[in-house]
């Protein structure tokens, strides 16, 4: 349904480091989850695409900075290195996408209520479908002045936005680990 005129799709792995992670909600089962969507990528040949964010305080090349070891990139798979939350903003992903005739993305990883979100929006405005893999993804609880919010209402929000998400001509959805599909 993809405004983008192109049919293929893309998994994309959003700053799944070890200094992101290291203290998120469900973090082994939602690695596991990710590896398993990564497992069906491959044997798909659906092209795979990590994201990885740094900042003054995730400094490019440290061991923060670096993806989770329960996690291996392939040589020949996609990496985006990006300073802001959304992956499209100040990197080539929009043109490695077109190069690669990708309209749909499929979307895992962390943090839900930050970098995950601001590139499903940025894809859903640049027109590809968005599938957000809705156990594959996660956050922190924040404590912000008086507010506790739990990563786990973060979570279930995000993954609940979607079912109402709707553009022109453009598919936002959820899908369980188990039941995706990139046959």
């Given at each position: ?131 957000l893999v809705s156990d594959a993804h996660t956050t922190s609880d924040i404590d912000w002045e008086q507010w506790h919010v739990s990563a786990a209402q973060l979570i ?28």
């Amino acid at each position: 349904m993809t405004t983008l005129e192109r049919d293929g799709t893309a998994l994309l792995v959003i700053d799944v480091q070890k200094g992101v992670v290291e203290d998120a909600f469900h973090r082994a089962r939602v690695i596991a989850n990710i590896n398993e969507a990564l497992g069906k990528a491959r044997a798909s040949n659906t092209p795979i695409v990590w994201v990885q964010h740094a900042d003054a305080e995730l400094v490019s090349g440290s061991t923060q900075w670096e993806i989770v070891d329960e996690l291996t990139p392939l040589d020949d798979e996609q990496h985006i290195y990006k300073r802001y939350g959304s992956s499209f903003e100040d990197t080539n992903l929009d043109e490695m996408l077109s190069t690669l005739n990708v309209g749909h993305l499929v979307i895992t990883g962390a943090q839900t209520n930050a970098c995950v979100r601001h590139t499903i929006h940025a894809a859903l405005e640049r027109g590809y479908d968005v599938t957000l893999v809705s156990d594959a993804h996660t956050t922190s609880d924040i404590d912000w002045e008086q507010w506790h919010v739990s990563a786990a209402q973060l979570i279930d929000e995000q993954n609940l936005s979607l079912w109402y998400y709707e553009l022109p001509g453009r598919l936002a959805q959820t899908v369980k680990t188990s039941d995706l599909s990139l046959a």
